[in-house]
């Protein structure tokens, strides 16, 4: 066991990216909203989107190139477009996971505004990221997943008894297609769960960048347990959602430091008030690993497609983009102030809009290399769904 949590890297990486605001929030607010019904639609996105996700940790491991430079040979306009996903959203997506970290800051040092930590947690994830490596990163990750994940699983099972109540309310009607409120949700849960589609493109880079010696075994094994482990947290989130939140009456703030005040005190309450700085440590920590991760993401994807167009050498600087990307969040956050609720809503949903693109060029790239049937089938079902989701949206 120690064995195997040793080996762990890239598959870790992808948790740390991962495990944030589609968990810690969306997640929470699914389970608070609507009970327990929504973890059959963490259930089945996990499973629609394996083979998409897949394809960030196949592909290097056969061909010995990122999913970038897969994108590049398979066509430039499938370069051109995940460049434009990457430099029209990485202001967005880092400023949503800013605000949560920061509200959650402003919690655990009992400050009541996030005015100031917005912009000091961009500095200092920015100087971590130019400074840092992602065998460092991914050590440190190691131990903040595993902190959160074993105080959610308690927190679960001390709330076994509230869940059995709940099951006989079980029911399908609880989320409504036809209520446009229950689709946006929908729309905007999903659209980081388990993430964002641009991280399959990340996780190939860290495959082809960590230099390690692991079989092809063990990348794969490195890469159900990162995939796999995001959706127990997501269904673990959603029970303590629905076990603490769901038909209590009480609305979710949504403001950075309201909401993440809620957040933490759904632990506290389980747990006891001791646990409370413990927790709050662990989801800030967790969550700061996240916007470092995000952060050296963005840049990195930025730099390896400039690289595939031949960009002069200086606009492909990985620490020019560190700050551009920064600035950039910093100044959505501006505008959308301390609305949490607004800006998560808006980053996830935009993702999911620009989901399908992503998934077409990885299941094309995926099929070079895995043709298996039941490969093919679910992940072009899983196409079929994300384009039928997000035309259906656009068109509501």
Same mark, same amino acid.
């Given at each position: 066991m120690?064995?195997l949590?040793?080996?762990?890297?890239?598959?870790?990486?992808?948790?740390?990216?991962?495990?944030?605001?589609?968990?810690?929030?969306?997640?929470?607010?699914?389970?608070?909203?609507? *009970?327990?019904?929504?973890?059959?639609? &963490?259930?089945?996105?996990?499973i #629609?989107?394996?083979?998409?996700?897949?394809?960030?940790?196949? +592909?290097? #491991?056969?061909?010995?190139?990122?999913?970038?430079?897969?994108?590049?040979?398979?066509?430039?306009?499938?370069?051109?477009?995940?460049?434009?996903?990457?430099?029209?959203?990485?202001?967005?997506?880092?400023?949503?996971? !800013?605000i949560?970290?920061?509200?959650?800051?402003?919690?655990?040092? *009992?400050?009541?505004?996030?005015?100031?930590?917005?912009?000091?947690?961009?500095? #200092?994830?920015?100087?971590?990221?130019?400074?840092?490596?992602?065998?460092?990163?991914?050590?440190?990750?190691?131990?903040?997943?595993?902190?959160?994940?074993?105080?959610t699983?308690? !927190?679960?099972?001390?709330?076994?008894?509230?869940?059995?109540?709940?099951?006989?309310?079980f029911?399908?009607?609880?989320?409504?297609f036809?209520h446009h409120?229950?689709?946006?949700?929908?729309?905007?849960?999903?659209?980081?769960?388990?993430?964002?589609?641009?991280?399959?493109?990340?996780?190939?880079?860290?495959?082809?960048?960590?230099?390690?010696?692991?079989? /092809?075994?063990?990348?794969?094994?490195?890469?159900? +347990?990162?995939?796999?482990?995001?959706?127990?947290?997501?269904?673990?989130?959603?029970?303590?959602?629905?076990?603490?939140?769901?038909?209590?009456?009480? /609305? #979710?703030?949504?403001?950075?430091?309201?909401?993440?005040?809620?957040?933490?005190?759904m632990?506290?309450?389980?747990?006891?008030?001791?646990?409370?700085?413990?927790?709050?440590?662990?989801? &800030?920590?967790?969550?700061?690993?996240?916007?470092i991760? !995000?952060?050296?993401?963005?840049?990195?994807?930025? /730099?390896r497609?400039?690289?595939?167009?031949?960009?002069?050498?200086?606009?492909?600087?990985?620490?020019?983009?560190?700050?551009?990307?920064?600035?950039?969040?910093?100044?959505?956050?501006?505008?959308?102030?301390?609305?949490?609720?607004?800006l998560?809503?808006?980053?996830?949903?935009?993702?999911?809009?620009?989901?399908?693109f992503?998934?077409?060029?990885?299941l094309?790239?995926?099929t070079?290399?895995?043709?298996?049937?039941?490969?093919?089938?679910?992940?072009?079902?899983?196409?079929?769904?994300l384009?039928?989701?997000a035309?259906?949206?656009?068109?509501?």
């Open positions: 120690s064995s949590f040793k080996n762990l890297g890239p598959g870790l990486l992808y948790a740390g990216a991962a495990i944030g605001v589609s968990h810690l929030v969306q997640s929470t607010r699914a389970g608070a909203n609507y *009970g327990l019904v929504l973890i059959i639609a &963490v259930v089945l996105i996990h #629609l989107k394996y083979g998409f996700f897949r394809a960030g940790a196949l +592909i290097p #491991l056969k061909s010995g190139k990122d999913l970038v430079a897969a994108y590049s040979n398979h066509s430039k306009w499938a370069l051109a477009i995940f460049a434009i996903i990457t430099f029209g959203t990485m202001h967005i997506v880092i400023a949503a996971i !800013c949560v970290t920061a509200g959650l800051v402003a919690n655990l040092f *009992g400050l009541e505004n996030t005015n100031w930590v917005n912009p000091i947690l961009l500095v #200092l994830a920015g100087i971590l990221v130019a400074s840092s490596n992602t065998k460092k990163l991914s050590d440190y990750l190691k131990w903040v997943v595993l902190l959160l994940g074993i105080a699983l308690i !927190c679960f099972f001390l709330k076994l008894d509230k869940l059995a109540d709940l099951l006989p309310t029911s399908l009607s609880q989320f409504n036809s409120q229950d689709l946006a949700f929908l729309i905007a849960f999903l659209g980081w769960m388990p993430a964002p589609m641009d991280i399959t493109l990340w996780q190939s880079i860290w495959i082809t960048r960590s230099n390690d010696e692991k079989s /092809e075994r063990q990348q794969f094994q490195d890469f159900n +347990i990162g995939y796999w482990g995001t959706a127990i947290m997501a269904v673990l989130f959603i029970a303590l959602g629905a076990a603490t939140l769901f038909q209590t009456n009480v /609305e #979710l703030p949504t403001s950075a430091v309201g909401f993440t005040a809620a957040f933490l005190k632990y506290a309450s389980t747990l006891g008030s001791w646990s409370y700085p413990i927790i709050a440590f662990a989801a &800030v920590a967790t969550m700061v690993s996240t916007l991760t !995000c952060l050296d993401a963005y840049p990195t994807s930025a /730099e497609s400039l690289q595939e167009f031949q960009a002069p050498q200086w606009l492909t600087n990985k620490k020019l983009w560190v700050v551009f990307n920064a600035l950039g969040a910093w100044f959505v956050l501006f505008s959308f102030g301390d609305s949490l609720k607004s998560v809503d808006f980053a996830t949903t935009l993702s999911f809009l620009l989901a399908p992503l998934a077409y060029y990885n094309k790239i995926l070079q290399y895995d043709n298996r049937t039941w490969i093919k089938v679910v992940s072009y079902l899983g196409l079929l769904v384009l039928l989701l035309s259906y949206s656009i068109w509501t």
